[in-house]
């Protein structure tokens, strides 16, 4: 499997307060095995998405945007960083994507 980075890493700030920074659907999958918090719908559909852009199968932004949906199921708060390590907003709010 390759690696395909995400155009803009997302920054989640984890149930226990600390924040971890997702640059594509590998670290994303790797998360969602082996800590994620709750399974439920869209815990499921991202982990579908993140395999599948890491087979080619789909893309890494469609992953990406499953990953935003299961932090939202999972009341993790998270926004856009930068590639520099900076984050992109410096509010405390959630970036949410509409469907």
Not at 48 to 57: G, K, N, V
Not at 89 to 94: D, G, I, R
């Given at each position: 499997m390759k690696e395909i980075p995400w155009r803009v890493p997302l920054s989640v700030r984890l149930q226990n307060g600390i924040e971890r920074r997702f640059c594509g659907p590998y670290d994303a999958l790797d998360?969602?095995?082996?800590?994620?918090?709750?399974?439920g719908r869209r815990f499921h559909r991202a982990v579908?998405?993140?395999?599948?852009?890491?087979?080619?199968?789909q893309t890494?932004?469609?992953a990406r945007r499953s990953f935003i949906d299961a932090c939202i199921e999972a009341s993790?708060?998270?926004?856009?960083?930068r590639r520099d390590h900076t984050p992109a907003?410096?509010?405390?709010?959630?970036?949410?994507?509409?469907?």
């Open positions: 998360f969602l095995e082996h800590e994620w918090p709750n399974h579908r998405d993140c395999r599948a852009a890491l087979s080619s199968l890494a932004e469609v993790m708060p998270f926004e856009e960083a907003l410096t509010k405390s709010t959630s970036v949410r994507w509409r469907h």
